[in-house]
């Protein structure tokens, strides 16, 4: 029934209009136009994203949703589902055009044979797609892009604001901006002890310098020539006079020294659209696509243009409704090449209209599964432990300390779960040093008193033999038997090992992923404990728990997860938190250093040595890098050692190495034989060296809060004050500052 009182507005009569207009031509004279329309889905698309930004409809949002939904892969359907979807799209028009609600007449879903052949379609190799090719498809798969439907999710890692491209004597000192220019030089040039890669070039209006501070020889050398066209992005600044820009981002529109090289689907006409007057993707790149963001944008408008209404949603009509959420083919054209009148902020930080819509969609099913494994959870039988508290009344007495209330507190919930009859799963969360191994420890022992076996799997050999030595020495007071297995175990020792772990010998197995290998079984596996969680993946943890008959799981973190963002990431967990440090830990201050005042920081590095205490290094990469421009490890080992403290040994551990060399690098660091560790991310977690009181990072920025905080554990963990040293690149974003400010001030993870 007609709404008498609607009267849309003059933009909404015109949507309603352009909307109509394919339709009745299509079904003109008993459809005898359909054959002849062509491109209706592009063309009605454009037309929603008008009506979108036209804010809230007149009438319910699902009508305009099913409209499009009605419209979605037009082009490859049959006649008879044509003239269908036409007679949809007319009906459900006509209600908005009458502003009626919906009634029970929902927009309907895609047919189990058209569902079918969307799914199909999404998995067609993209090498297939126009222009890729066998060649280029190798390429794309070192970045897990192996068909279209990975390349349509394949979304951009920034975006640049190209709409309003200047001249170089346009530019404003002090904002962000975007020009063209030549490339007429490119060398290093020295200022003082400094050195920077500087790039002039130049359009007709003026030149403009670019700037690097910390790069790669090599790298940078090859990587300009004279006579390149680039777009680069980036704040103006202005030296003696002239306008700079510090490390730019950097694009090659053409380069005359490499014509007929690039590997390229063939330009569509008008192509230059794709990345001039308009907000621009810039996607993550690869060896041999470095420096192709056309090339990669390229092959992403196609897979869009052809794929993006292929793609079928399984949320519920009423939830997209309810939320206001776009059509999902319209979130991944616009996620990929935003409109134009987008907020490049709201892009950049992922809150666009497209982002919200993917974003919702992926924790959705996600939490569906969680849901649905953790149901799956309650109904198993499992393992009601008989506790009789034998193991660990004795672990206590042998302890120099008592536990603090809050372990205590996380033990009875522990202990309560494992006297049910159903798998335990739980997760425990702990500050750096407040005693999770402790409480892990007790839950082992409380196992074990049932007749049960234990495995305690860890990320890194180093980790793993952490936890192997601080376990023995106690278990082996109470008379049972631990053992440690990693991948690098020769082959021998692995084979008793093995053989005691099957019938029994063994109470408590450590290891890295090698427990989770084929080949090792327990006699009697009872409960998996597995540290540092978000380090292993869903299959990972399911694999270990395989190895016996319902055990119970207990995950350890230390990595600091708001209550509520724990409810979303583990909701198959209960959660446990250990909320109190052991007292006597000593204060740690943490201070961040910008790149010039590197010799504070080796001066302060220098008096806790000479105090008998020891340090780490930390860098984010093992060796150089051509790709990024960071200080790495193994370089910066052998400078330290050969330039800023000769009269100290410097020792290097990092992932790379054989388990027997780290175990020696260790060992020399324990027994203060080493008092400056150079090492990468492998001492994030559970490294004890109360005699370390200096911990230095460099390029901080590079690195989250979550690490960050992790690393800072390493030291502190003995009664004397100890050091955070921050060394962060000038040129960082707005959030790395704030996590490095987040550093200073805070010490509670």
Known sequence: ????????????????????????????????????????????????????????PPFPRDLLQGFGTALLGFDALDLEAKKSRVREARGLLNKMKAGEPPGEDLPSLPTFSEFQKMLQELKTPIQYLKGVGPRLSEILKKKNLRTVEDALYFLPRAYEDRRFIKKISQLTVGKHETAVGEVLSSDIVHHGRRRSFTVMMGDETGILTAKWFNFNPRFMKGRFRKGMRVILSGEIRMFQFQKEIH????????????????????????????????????????????????????????????????????????????????????????????????????LQERKSPAHRRLIFEEFFFMEIGLALRRSGTALEKGIAFPISHRYTQKLRSLLPFALTPAQDRVI??????????????????????????????????????GGYQVAIMAPTEI???????????????????????TSSLKKKPREVLLQDLQNGAVHIAIGTHALIQGGVEFRNLGLAIIDEQHKFGVLQRATLKKK??????????????????????????????????????????????????????????????????????VYPL???????????????????????????KVGLIHGRMKSEEKETVMAD????????????????VGIDVPNASVMVIEHAERFGLSQLHQLRGRVGRSQDPAQCLLIAQYRRSEDAEQRLRVMERTRDG
């Not at 003059?10 to 359909?34: G, V």
């Not at 980790?463 to 109470?478: D, M, P, S, V, Y």
Request: charged share 30%; glycine share 6%; hydrophobic share 35%.
């Open 463 to 485: 980790l793993a033999e952490q936890h192997f030595l601080n376990i023995r020495t106690l278990i082996e007071q109470l008379g049972l038997r631990s053992c440690l297995l």
């Open 669 to 684: 660091f324990k027994g203060r034989r080493i008092q400056v560790l150079v090492s990468t991310i492998v001492i994030e």
């Open 412 to 449: 009875r919930e522990i202990e309560g779960d494992m006297r049910k009859p159903h798998p335990m799963t739980r997760l425990l969360q702990g500050d750096v040093g407040s005693g999770k191994t402790l409480v892990a420890l007790t839950a082992a022992l409380m196992a074990i008193e």
């Open 1 to 56: 029934m007609e709404n008498r009182s609607f009267n849309p507005s003059p933009e909404w009569r015109q949507i309603f209009e352009s909307l109509e207009k394919p339709l009745l031509y299509a079904s003109h004279n008993d459809f005898a136009n359909l054959k002849k329309l062509k491109g209706l889905e592009p063309y009605v698309h454009t037309w929603l994203d008008k009506a979108g930004r036209l804010g809230p």
């Open 622 to 648: 093992v060796e150089e890098s051509e790709r990024l421009d960071l200080k790495d490890a193994t370089q910066m080992a052998a400078h330290l050692q050969r330039d800023i403290f000769p009269e100290f």
């Open 247 to 346: 490390h730019p981002e950097i694009e090659v529109l053409e380069d005359p020294g490499e014509k007929g090289k690039e590997p390229s689907p063939d330009s569509a006409p008008g192509e230059e659209s794709l990345h001039f007057q308009r907000i621009v993707p810039i996607y993550s790149e690869t060896e041999g696509l470095y420096q192709r963001q056309r090339l990669i944008r390229r092959i992403q408008k196609r897979v869009v243009d052809q794929f993006a209404a292929k793609a079928v949603s399984g949320l519920p009509a009423e939830i997209c409704r309810r939320q206001g959420f776009i059509p999902l083919s319209e979130a991944l054209r616009r996620v990929h090449f935003p409109d134009l009148q987008e907020d490049i902020q709201t």
């Open 548 to 617: 016996g008959y319902h055990p119970d799981v207990l995950v350890m973190t230390a990595t600091p997860i708001p209550r509520t963002l724990a409810m979303t990431l583990y909701g198959d967990l209960d959660v446990s938190i250990i909320d109190q440090l052991p007292p006597g830990r000593g204060v740690i201050t943490t201070r961040v250093f910008a790149e010039k005042e590197r010799y504070q920081v080796y001066r302060l590095l220098r008096e806790e040595i000479g105090k008998g205490k020891q340090a780490y290094v």
